[in-house]
């Protein structure tokens, strides 16, 4: 059971250049979320998928897109990456009701804009 | 969700218990308190929740004061693997999204 995984591990891009982050769940949860974690900071929200075919921004969603490709599947695109998007970004999934709504991460993705 | 507040970091001896303080006390009645542990480069781990009573499990106790207002997180016999960011989150589970908020957390330190 891989639970979340994430893809991929690192990658450096160059100023402008556009790369699709990928995740995908095998735990069969309704929703998913991407983060963005800066040095020294905590997690924050950059979009989240309820359920299979909604979106919605979360706290930073500026200068990404995302889709929900499948049940399993949630990406997360840089169309012209910036400096400012240097971050680990990590992927989550859960199931949402009473007594659950648990997250649980990727490992993360470690990406550097130069 | 409410919002949470806790010290940037702490200490604890190996084989000690390392009790981890949470304030939240704008916390609502429907509004749970989620712990989740993150060691150095790795994703984020949940430890535990709860409403109003104490709970416990395999990794962790959770005690959550009679008015709500602070919690406390307990993991009874650090050892060196606990040493990670610690945060505390507060929320409601139904009639929403999901999402979490995250805090800047408690650094805990094990030390040996």
């Known amino acids: 059971n891989a639970g979340v995984t994430q893809t991929p591990k690192f990658q450096v891009l160059k100023t402008g250049q556009s790369m699709t982050l990928q995740c995908a769940q095998d735990?069969?949860?309704?929703?998913m979320y991407w983060y963005r974690q800066d040095p020294g900071m905590g997690l924050r929200l950059i979009y989240y998928?309820?359920?299979?075919?909604?979106?919605d921004k979360g706290e930073v969603p500026n200068g990404y897109n995302v889709s929900r490709l499948n049940k399993r599947e949630f990406s997360l695109r840089l169309e012209s990456a910036a400096p400012s998007q240097t971050s680990v970004y990590f992927c989550?999934?859960?199931?949402?009701?009473?007594?659950?709504?648990?997250?649980?991460f990727g490992a993360g993705t470690r990406l550097s804009v130069l | 969700d409410a919002k949470t507040t806790q010290p940037p970091s702490m200490d604890c001896a190996e084989g000690r218990a390392a009790n981890l303080p949470c304030n939240h006390s704008?916390?609502?009645?429907?509004?749970?308190v989620y712990w989740y542990r993150q060691i150095h480069s790795q994703g984020p781990q949940y430890i535990i929740h709860?409403?109003?009573n104490n709970e416990t499990n395999e990794m962790a106790s959770l005690i959550i004061t009679e008015d709500r207002k602070s919690s406390t997180l307990i993991l009874p016999h650090a050892t060196l693997r606990d040493t990670a960011v610690y945060y505390c989150?507060?929320?409601?589970?139904?009639?929403?999204?999901?999402?979490?908020?995250f805090g800047q957390g408690t650094t805990l330190q094990v030390k040996p």
């Open positions: 989550a999934s859960s199931e949402i009701g009473l007594a659950k709504n648990i997250q649980y």
């Open positions: 735990m069969n949860h309704n929703s």
């Open positions: 998928s309820a359920s299979e075919g909604t979106t």
């Open positions: 704008t916390i609502s009645g429907n509004e749970y």
């Open positions: 709860g409403l109003k």
């Open positions: 989150i507060v929320r409601a589970i139904s009639g929403n999204t999901g999402k979490l908020i």
